[in-house]
């Protein structure tokens, strides 16, 4: 089953991007050094710093993994109005209780003041292809929860 693709806005893109170059290079040799220097200090079984070190170098390797991963399945666009729910939608939606602003968009895309629904998450699912004025209803660990579209425009972040 071929991979799904996961869309980024430019500018979340563009972020990864930087953080990924930042971590092969700079990240990369700062690491190196901390083990080199931890090294120096003596036997590496009862060395903390070593230990330490280490474990930074497998948390960053970890992490340039999973960017690599990202970017390389990325689609990379703007968002569109097409009057309809869509990833990189930013829908209003309320009910009696509360009014929210969701960004239906993966947590890459993540902005701030802006909730993130993921896409193939229970609140993206429900709002997916729903238009201004529909009624949807999702299931959450939290309950049953049912919000009415009020507004729906492309990101432009």
Known sequence: MP???TWLTPAAHTKLSEEFEELTTVGRRHIEERIAEARSHGDLRENADYDAAKNEQGLMEARIRQLKHL????????AVDTGKVGVGSIVTVNNDDLTLEVLVATSENRVSGVQTAAPDGPLGRALI??????KVTYEAPGGTFTYIVESIRPFDG
Request: aromatic share 0%; net charge negative; proline share 0%.
């Open 3 to 5: 991979e799904e693709t």
């Open 129 to 134: 292809g729903a238009e201004v004025g529909d």
């Open 71 to 78: 970017l390389d399945r990325a689609e990379v666009r703007e």
